[in-house]
């Protein structure tokens, strides 16, 4: 089944250079395109797309206000940033606050796909980017954890289950299960041994 996307973007050349080039994939569906924040949040309420591929300059808002909204309300899809900003901050800003991919728009077709494709399965996509760089005492990808994603290391790695976790952050066991996806596709790790040793060599407990 082809995973649905969603296009928010207010430049209608790269809406049809993206359409165009998922027109030749049988993968992803794209099911609409949007010019505004206000049009994206309002689709948003009705039906969530697997993968949402985001502009950061936007007429009516800029992308980095709602990505807070977006990234909470709806932990399921995936999003790619496609912008022309190369700054680091910027980037560390974005991966910090949820986004599974960041591409600059002089992307070609197969780049636009192999970013996807690590979104669909549940992988990061920061391909040749300006990252900044770690101290030297954490790896740089602990960086990118928000606090609540380290608040959900800190009590797993202690032993408390999802359940007790949601009680203790007042948050529901779907949200910390989301979590703990979140951190492990961050983090490249594939269980809660890797985990627990993650977080003790990086000083996260």
Known sequence: MASSVYICEDHQIV???????????????PVTSFKSAASLLDALENMAP???LLDLNLPDRNGIDILPDITSRYPETGILVL??????????????????????KDFGEKELL???????????YFKNL?????????????????E???????????????????????????????HRRNIYKKLNLA??????????SNRLV
Do not use: W
Not at 83 to 104: A, C, E, F, N, S
Not at 114 to 124: F, G, S
């Open 50 to 52: 697997d993968i949402l």
């Open 130 to 146: 300006p990252y900044l760089q770690s101290d030297g005492n954490q790896d740089s990808t602990s960086l990118f954890l928000t």
């Open 83 to 104: 912008t022309m900003h190369r700054d680091p901050v910027l980037i560390q800003k974005v991966r910090q606050m949820g986004v599974d991919g960041y591409l600059l």
């Open 148 to 178: 609540r994603e380290k608040e959900v290391i800190r009590l797993t790695v202690s032993g408390k289950s999802s359940a007790e976790i949601a009680t203790e952050l007042f948050l529901s066991p779907h949200t910390v299960n989301t």
């Open 15 to 29: 809406i049809d250079g993206v359409l165009r080039i998922l027109s030749n994939s049988r993968k992803y569906q």
């Open 191 to 200: 269980n809660i041994k890797e985990l627990v040793s993650y977080a003790h």
């Open 114 to 124: 192999e970013a996807m494709d690590c979104i669909a399965r549940n992988k990061t």
